[in-house]
């Protein structure tokens, strides 16, 4: 099944080294039969999109994340898509992030089938939507105008061999 991981570009650099992203479990998104339901009009791609683009706003929350702990961390979104095991997901019954899934184990780099990226283009929309989070979660209107802002650009797709190229500085 094809599973979109949130990440961040050292955390990314991190995964490389260590041959796969971990330690389990690990939050994903995916096309779940809850997103299914909840968008009975759409086909696979469509789906998958969705999907992509929960785990895009879960990258914004770990580029916070890493800079609230004094992690210096490019303004770029990074979503791993990568193929893992029905057996090892877990769908969960999240209504507000239906595409959620729980996986039970590491997921190995040799799975990975693509890497999703903001351009560099993208940095100060980024940089601001990162700003914003805190408002937005306190339900500021134009806080969350600007985080939705992020959602303007799309990712890049990188293959699994141009990973090296995103990770030098």
């Given at each position: 099944?094809?599973?979109?991981?949130p990440?961040?570009?050292?955390?990314?650099a991190l995964?490389?080294?260590?041959?796969g992203?971990?330690?389990?479990?690990l939050?994903?998104?995916?096309?779940?039969p809850?997103?299914?339901e909840?968008?009975?009009?759409?086909?696979?791609?469509?789906?998958?999109?969705?999907?992509?683009?929960?785990?895009?706003r879960?990258s914004?929350r770990?580029l916070?994340?890493?800079r609230?702990?004094?992690?210096?961390?490019?303004?770029?979104?990074?979503?791993?898509?990568?193929?893992?095991?029905?057996?090892?997901?877990t769908a969960?019954?999240?209504?507000?992030?239906?595409?959620r899934?729980?996986?039970a184990?590491?997921?190995p780099?040799?799975t990975?089938a693509a890497?999703?990226v903001?351009?560099?283009?993208?940095?100060?929309?980024?940089?601001?939507?990162i700003?914003?989070l805190p408002?937005?979660d306190e339900?500021?209107?134009d806080?969350?105008?600007?985080?939705?802002?992020?959602?303007a650009?799309?990712?890049?797709?990188?293959a699994?061999?141009?990973?090296?190229?995103?990770?030098?500085?």
């Amino acid at each position: 099944m094809r599973v979109y991981l949130p990440c961040t570009l050292p955390a990314l650099a991190l995964a490389v080294e260590a041959g796969g992203l971990g330690p389990a479990p690990l939050i994903g998104y995916a096309v779940t039969p809850a997103l299914i339901e909840w968008y009975a009009s759409g086909d696979t791609e469509e789906l998958e999109y969705v999907a992509l683009t929960e785990a895009a706003r879960a990258s914004l929350r770990m580029l916070a994340a890493d800079r609230a702990d004094g992690v210096e961390a490019a303004p770029r979104r990074v979503v791993i898509a990568a193929e893992v095991p029905e057996g090892m997901i877990t769908a969960g019954a999240d209504l507000e992030e239906r595409a959620r899934v729980r996986i039970a184990d590491a997921v190995p780099l040799t799975t990975v089938a693509a890497v999703h990226v903001d351009d560099t283009d993208a940095a100060a929309d980024i940089e601001a939507a990162i700003a914003a989070l805190p408002a937005a979660d306190e339900g500021d209107d134009d806080a969350q105008f600007t985080v939705d802002g992020a959602e303007a650009h799309d990712l890049m797709w990188f293959a699994t061999q141009e990973i090296p190229d995103l990770l030098r500085p």
